[in-house]
């Protein structure tokens, strides 16, 4: 991976009682902040959640998913360059 700016996208599925978070970190760094995982009617009813402008390092990177709360879904995340 390129030193630079990313773009992140997360596919999430959440039932719609409570609240849910995640958060992102690369290596050891946190990278997102807490990400509100919003209410899309149920465990396969999809939504995206993004987070635009993610300083990110040069080589391999470690990623990792923090579960803040619980009670949804991560069908997939998208890294991508950003502007």
Known sequence: MTAGTY???LHVARRPVGSS???LSFG???ATGS???PSTGGWQSWADITRTGVQLQAGT???RINLL???FNVDWIE???GP
């Open 7 to 9: 773009n992140l996208k």
């Open 21 to 23: 978070a995640v958060q």
């Open 28 to 30: 050891r760094a946190e």
């Open 35 to 37: 990400l509100a995982v």
């Open 61 to 63: 990177q470690v990623m």
């Open 69 to 71: 709360s619980d009670s």
């Open 79 to 81: 890294v991508s360059p």
